[in-house]
């Protein structure tokens, strides 16, 4: 008897692609994860969520594969503090 996979797939329609379908998901109600869902509900998370979507079915939004290289790149040169020079944020968009 086989064994199943240990993971449970997070993006219903794409499962084995690295795309926006994760967006389009949350935009429909449609999220796995209850705490991706909320990211609807959040005025900030909102507007960036529905760009990447496209706030109407059947428009687009800004391009996923484009942006999400360049934001890893971007936060490769972020340097890492450790020990007394970093902090453990209570909230993670503020300083403590």
Do not use: H, W
Request: proline letters at 2%; aromatic letters at 10%.
């Amino acid at each position: 008897m086989a064994m199943a996979p240990n993971y449970v797939a997070l993006d219903k329609g794409s499962q084995t692609k690295f795309d926006a379908n994760f967006f389009k998901n949350v935009r429909d109600g449609n999220a796995v994860l209850e705490s991706d869902q909320r990211l609807l509900g959040d005025a900030t998370t909102r507007n960036i969520l529905q760009n990447y979507a496209g706030s109407i079915r059947g428009l687009l939004g800004f391009r996923f594969d484009l942006e999400f290289p360049k934001a890893m790149i971007k936060m490769s040169s972020i340097d890492v503090k450790t020990g007394a020079d970093g902090e453990i944020r209570k909230v993670c968009s503020k300083f403590n």
